[in-house]
Nanobody, 126 residues
Framework: QVKLVESGGGLVQAGGSLRLSCAAP????????MGWFRQVPGKDREFVAAISSGRTNTYYADSVKGRFTISEDVAKSTVYLQMNSLKPEDTAVYYC???????????????????WGKGTLVTVSS
């Protein structure tokens, strides 16, 4: 069973920063596109950021572009989400996900993901 383990969530004031981590020690890391999604109660899970399996392309939702950065450490099989200039509307449970994809690509949809972490809560106060 592949496990994705998120960490780094917490409470931060608007304008602040957090860095989320997603460790995937059981994954053939470079065979998977990695994504971050978020969800608030009553709403669908939405795409935030992703990095292709070949690690050559990154993708961002318009709402976080310029503020969030996805990166990875292959040696540690870990993906990060650096979140700067946080806003109250960024408050959500953030999930890490992996999609098996050998084409140096990633699908920006939660329905395409093969594995999920349990999520980490990010709360941004105004």
């Amino acid at each position: 069973q592949v496990k994705l383990v998120e960490s780094g969530g917490g409470l931060v004031q608007a304008g602040g920063s957090l860095r989320l981590s997603c460790a995937a020690p059981d994954l053939a890391f470079t065979s998977y596109g990695m994504g971050w999604f978020r969800q608030v109660p009553g709403k669908d899970r939405e795409f935030v950021a992703a990095i292709s399996s070949g690690r050559t392309n990154t993708y961002y939702a318009d709402s976080v572009k310029g503020r969030f950065t996805i990166s990875e450490d292959v040696a540690k099989s870990t993906v990060y989400l650096q979140m700067n200039s946080l806003k109250p509307e960024d408050t959500a449970v953030y999930y890490c996900a992996a999609e098996y994809n050998l084409r140096d690509a990633v699908t920006l949809s939660p329905d395409a993901m093969d594995f999920w972490g349990k999520g980490t809560l990010v709360t941004v106060s105004s």
